[in-house]
């Protein structure tokens, strides 16, 4: 098993993260403010029980903020605030202890100020003890017979499909289709790109599932290199909505879909999610029919709620060889009915009193700890501290419960996002995966 940490400052992740997005802008983008945030230890974690430091920088138009009044609040990682007060900075700059947790986990501290007239704001959170966390959720004992019962009904249906050429997302070095996939007689239906190297040979392949959200297929052509370096690569959405559509329609049909995260999330079996996570599978069985593909080498890679469905496609599917996730989303859905926090779409946090049994249960076959601990590939996992959409707690709960050969890039200053450096990391750990 090898692990690999990489710690990324905050100061150069986040310049990094602005230089791919604005290259022609400064950091902060078009703030007048800038928070420089440094724990005492510089990988941001702590034992239980020890008390973490934090240095604290704030700067106006680039210059030291002077004698500034900074207010705080400290929680749990996406809890309520549990302590406040307030900071002096001199010349822009002070210290805080803000204490320990005696069990593992996250604080986050959540500073603001006022420059100029103008609020500003900043977190940052650290861990105590994470490789300890475990996930709240259960695990149904027919959780296996469960997705066994589904596979084989899936089974029963033939892979049909069709494709078009897409010149525009075509390249010299690798040709676009537009896929589009049924997922059973109920006329759900799953699209994609495909893009598949030219040159007459034979490639490994990538199914790429989407993060959350009912939307067109954004920026296709930003994982080119995957095409035009060799690999088979399918950049599929989950709802049956072409990525041609007009914005209009798009909203109409976040309208009709609404929160589908909750659909029919009274029985595994009517739960929306159902025909997503057998849908990506079937998409394996496309890409493996493909008269390119070499045969052997079949890799799942995404982010958040598309890191997700990376890992429970690979766990679903033995044939696939390597698995990609960014922070994923689903992970230990009912945490919140626990003392900690849950993962996205971040069900009860509002209310507990929705929690059902049935919902439980639910949420508890579908969640991506208990298909973690299923997965037989090498897994890259990265995430970073001050994500509070996919949060550390959960995204530490998929990683600890990984038994298969596994590396993490840990970047502590993201929120929920990737540079694209990690992106390219993520092909180049794929590419190092090839089997001949």
């Given amino acids: 098993m090898v692990k690999l940490h990489k710690i990324v400052s905050s100061l150069a992740a986040f310049c990094i993260g602005a230089a791919a997005l604005y290259a022609a802008e400064n950091y902060p983008y078009r703030s007048d403010a800038l928070w420089v945030t440094v724990p005492d230890h510089a990988d941001w974690l702590y034992a239980t029980g020890d008390s973490a430091v934090i240095d604290i920088e704030l700067y106006h138009y680039g210059m030291p903020a002077g004698e500034t009044v900074v207010s705080y609040t400290i929680g749990d990682d996406m809890l309520p605030d549990d302590k406040a007060g307030t900071l002096t900075l001199a010349d822009g700059k002070g210290r805080l202890n803000i204490g320990t947790m005696n069990k ?9 100020a006022t420059l100029g007239g103008v609020e500003t704001s900043h977190h940052i959170k650290v861990g105590f003890s994470p490789e300890r966390l475990k996930a709240f959720t259960g695990e149904p004992s027919d959780f296996d017979a469960f997705w066994q019962k589904a596979l084989k009904d899936d089974a029963a249906f033939p892979l049909r499909y069709t494709a078009e050429p897409v010149e525009k997302y075509s390249t010299d070095k690798m040709s676009c289709q537009l896929i589009k996939l049924d997922l059973n007689d109920s006329g759900r239906c799953m699209w994609a790109y495909l893009f598949i190297p030219k040159g007459g040979g034979k490639y490994p392949a990538v199914m790429c599932p989407p993060g959350a959200g009912v939307k067109t297929i954004k920026e296709p052509l930003r994982h080119r290199y995957y095409g035009e370096g060799g690999m088979i690569r399918a950049e599929i959405e989950i709802h049956g909505a072409h990525p041609e559509l007009t914005e209009q329609q798009f909203a109409d049909l976040r ?7 909750s659909m029919g999330i009274d029985d595994p079996d009517t739960y929306y999610m159902k025909d997503v996570y057998l849908g990506c599978r079937r998409f394996l069985d496309l890409l493996t029919s493909l ?146």
């Fill in 104 to 112: 593992p986990g996250f604080r986050d501290l959540r500073l603001k």
């Fill in 291 to 436: 008269p390119e593909w070499d045969g052997v080498n079949l890799f799942t890679q995404g982010g958040s709620q598309g890191g997700a469905l990376a890992i429970t496609t690979a766990a679903l599917d033995p044939r696939v060889t390597a698995c990609v996730a960014n922070h994923p989303a689903l992970s230990d859905m009912t945490g919140y009915l626990s003392d900690k926090t849950g993962g996205y779409p971040h069900h009860f946090r509002k209310d507990r009193n929705e929690a059902t049994a049935a919902k439980i249960r639910t949420l508890e076959m579908y969640d991506v700890v208990n298909f973690a601990k299923r997965l037989k590939c090498p897994v890259r996992m990265t995430w970073g501290y001050n994500d509070n959409t996919c949060p550390p707690t959960t995204s530490y709960e998929v990683w600890n419960v990984i038994t298969s050969p596994k590396e993490a890039l840990i970047t502590p200053v993201n929120e929920h996002w990737t540079s694209e450096a990690t992106e390219r990391g993520h092909y180049d750990w794929l590419a190092g995966k090839v089997r001949k």
């Fill in 255 to 261: 309208k009709e879909k609404g929160d589908y995260l």
